[in-house]
């Protein structure tokens, strides 16, 4: 069984970004035989400062993810981090992504479930992978059909994370696929001048790493030029080395 791979910008920027990334998937897809997830957001309501770049929003953001659905046939994944988003954003995309430091809000998992997607939970930086029985608790039974489980490292000290793979087997128990957030997982939260950093050298031994483990699934951020990145510039991965670690993982 192949896995599951997410891929797609940090922040939707423009639509041309968005058609340059999902052409370079559909490429890929063709050459690997696998069926990678698009995945972008519409709003980044958890940036570092107030001046950081967010998103189009919810409704412009959401007819741009549809134009892509329609153009390339790619599946789509996006977060979401207010319950009020989640019935429109499920009649878009095939996955509702719930963010780390949401997983515990109670009201955004039963709007996220209740829309029929899949839902995919990022484990909290402050959380064990054996306490995310409890957001799939809540979601499994307030009707999700699906629920998946995302890795993305713990707070380890100030401005750091360090990824415990344990919390992948630990989280298998509790649904069948779980997923390693490749790129989240070497950030350096709000260590640079009122941003977050990282060091994206690192995201392809996090995945082989995860592969170790026992992940199901695979989440990269990709742009073309990562530096001129919008959002988590220093943590997405350079869309031209994607096919490659793709390749070692499958």
Not at 44 to 66: C, D, Q
Not at 99 to 112: G, I, N, S
Request: with cysteine; aromatic share 6%; proline share 4%.
């Amino acid at each position: 069984m192949k896995p599951i791979i997410i891929a797609g910008p940090c922040v939707i920027e423009s639509q041309e970004l968005l058609d340059t990334v999902a052409k370079t998937l559909v490429e890929i897809n063709k050459r690997l035989g696998i069926d990678i997830i698009f995945k972008a957001s519409f709003d980044k309501a958890n940036r570092t400062s107030l001046h950081s770049f967010r998103g189009p929003g919810l409704e412009r953001g959401l007819e741009m993810l549809s134009k892509v659905k329609e153009k390339y046939g790619l599946r789509l994944l996006t977060d979401i981090h207010e319950s009020c988003q989640a019935e429109a954003a499920g009649e878009v995309v095939d996955v509702l992504q719930i963010p780390a430091f949401l997983c515990r809000q109670t009201d955004l998992l039963v709007a996220a479930a209740r829309t029929g997607r899949i839902v995919n939970i990022k484990k909290a930086q402050f959380l064990s992978g054996r306490d995310m029985r409890y957001p799939t608790e809540k979601a499994l039974e307030s009707g999700a059909k699906e629920v998946w489980l995302t890795e993305r490292g713990n707070s380890f000290g100030y401005n750091n994370l360090v990824v415990d793979f344990r919390n992948i087997p630990d989280m298998k128990e509790i649904v069948p696929t779980v997923i390693m957030d490749c790129t989240h997982s070497v950030q350096r939260p709000s260590a640079g001048e009122g941003k977050t950093v990282g060091d994206r050298k690192f995201v392809p031994s996090m995945a082989m790493a995860a592969k170790a483990f026992g992940a199901t699934g695979y989440f990269f951020e990709v742009h073309p030029e990562p530096d001129k990145g919008l959002s988590d510039a220093a943590n997405m991965l350079e869309l031209g080395k994607l096919e490659a670690l793709v390749n070692r993982i499958i």
